[in-house]
């Protein structure tokens, strides 16, 4: 991809997650081959629901080409579309499983959309519902009592398939896998608890507090970076979600937790990375260190850039399920002796849970 098609992509983003038409100011003039490289690429980071939102800041002259533009809306009509069905099917659950007293956590993707301007432009993934390991015994048999069939992942997690939404539950809020930090992690979370926010289609559920939600979307990110890789939805989510919840977390608090977890590196190189690639323009996350590396930064950019969301377009699905097992184990190991030197401990973690876990 040329860098001017990859510059241009990264305007139109920030200008749709930060809902700045200054961003667009100097937009240069595309052309047909560029606008369609543009249009590949956002739908590769699952970014293409915000730039059309952001072409509502460009003059006539600069806007892709008319029969692209009615893709591109097209595309976007489907990325609403499938936000509110997801919502709808979220308060379908969290009201099925309420009349069993029993409240799941909404974790990650949907709940993240709240941050942004228009949050039924983030395309959508899947439902990740989170409770105690007992609560989640008895969601699963209301949700089988329901017609869903159920099936393990490799994780853990109970999967399954509900009005046409991907569904998952899971035990832990936030996962590390060193076990010092872990703990530290577990105490946090129940510190905190959660409270109740409203989503698309009027849909009420349970989130986490601001300060475990931040450490939630930081891990999730971390997690994938180390292995299968990453793409800029995830760091736009980051980014605006430190807007909206740092004011009530505090830039200093959230920091300190981030060290005491082992995270102070990893965060620094986050907040390099989105200072870097995805500014507002107004100022800059700040850094809760002093760790500086330029081999990560480049490995982060190439991992997005090749990737894509999740890595997707760099991996092969083909094969045998251990074989593609065996190619996520190889991915972790890829860059370990970098990642070992931003989170050491979780790195270590990841790997032997990849090993005795995953390949399984």
Known sequence: MRQSVYESLLKLVRAGIYDDARIL??????????????????KKQTVSGVVC?????????????????????????????????????????????????????????????????????????????CFSEDERKVADSIIRNNGAEIHTAPDGSSCYVWHGSDVEHHVSAVKLYSPRHRKE???????????????????????????????????????HSFGVGIGLRHFCDYALAYRSLIPEIGAEKYAEVCRSLGLGRWTDLLHRFINIYLPS???????????????????????????????????????????????TFRLFLRHSGLWMRIAPAEAVGIILRLAGGQMR
């Open 53 to 129: 939102h952001a072409f509502t800041f460009l003059p006539d002259s600069k806007l892709p080409p008319y029969g692209l533009l009615l893709r591109w809306v097209a595309h976007a009509h489907r990325i609403e579309k499938e936000y509110n069905k997801m919502s709808r099917n979220i308060g379908e659950l969290s009201e099925l499983l309420g009349r069993s007293g029993i409240t799941p956590v909404l974790q990650k993707g949907h709940g993240v959309a709240r941050f942004y301007p228009t949050p039924s432009l983030r395309v959508s993934g899947d439902i990740d519902l």
């Open 185 to 223: 992690l577990d105490r946090i979370v129940a510190e905190y608890g959660t409270r109740e926010v409203t989503l698309g289609a009027g849909a009420k559920v349970r989130v986490l507090h601001a300060l475990t939600d931040m450490l939630m979307i930081n891990v999730h990110i971390m997690k």
């Open 25 to 42: 100011s100097d937009f240069p003039l595309l052309n047909e081959a560029e606008w369609e490289a543009v249009y590949k690429e956002s």
């Open 281 to 327: 323009g107004d100022e800059e996350l700040p850094y809760t260190g002093n760790f500086h590396s330029r081999a990560a930064l480049k490995a982060m950019h190439i991992m997005v850039t090749e990737g894509g969301n999740f890595g997707l377009y760099r991996r092969r699905t083909e094969g045998k399920k251990w074989f593609r097992k065996l190619g």
